[in-house]
């Protein structure tokens, strides 16, 4: 399969906030998303959407400016395979009180 090809990647726009680490399990999928945005955020959310995981993760709802979040997508992904999808994460910037949504990719190994 061409997708066993596939580099892992945890990826968002350069807009301040960052996808630091990434991992993936067969029951879930974990996301450390940092704030560098120069503002603090409010009703902060990360979803998937990809084969095997359709999911919003747990994780704070608020990132002050260069805080780290971790955020965990409860999924039944298949082992020895690999999980491709769309990272989205929605907020509020606290400053202006207008909402935001990021759109990346991410792609993982699931051991």
Same mark, same amino acid.
């Given at each position: 399969?061409?997708?066993?090809? *596939?580099?892992?990647?945890? %990826?968002?726009?350069?807009?301040?906030?960052?996808?630091?680490?990434?991992?993936?399990? &067969?029951?879930?999928?974990?996301?450390?998303?940092?704030?560098?945005?120069?503002?603090?955020?409010?009703?902060?959310?990360?979803?998937?959407?990809? /084969?095997?995981?359709?999911? %919003?993760? &747990?994780?704070?709802?608020?990132?002050?400016?260069?805080?780290?979040? /971790?955020?965990?997508?409860?999924?039944? *992904?298949?082992?020895? %395979?690999?999980?491709?999808?769309?990272?989205?994460?929605?907020?509020?910037?606290?400053?202006?009180?207008?909402?935001? &949504?990021? &759109?990346?990719?991410?792609?993982?190994?699931?051991?």
């Amino acid at each position: 399969s061409p997708d066993r090809f *596939l580099p892992e990647k945890c %990826t968002l726009p350069p807009t301040g906030i960052a996808c630091l680490d990434s991992t993936a399990s &067969t029951t879930a999928i974990s996301l450390v998303i940092q704030n560098s945005g120069g503002f603090s955020m409010s009703n902060v959310s990360v979803s998937l959407d990809g /084969t095997g995981c359709v999911a %919003t993760a &747990t994780g704070p709802t608020a990132l002050e400016n260069g805080e780290k979040g /971790t955020y965990v997508a409860a999924c039944t *992904l298949t082992g020895g %395979t690999k999980y491709k999808g769309t990272l989205s994460v929605n907020y509020k910037n606290v400053d202006t009180d207008l909402p935001h &949504t990021e &759109t990346g990719d991410l792609i993982k190994r699931v051991p």
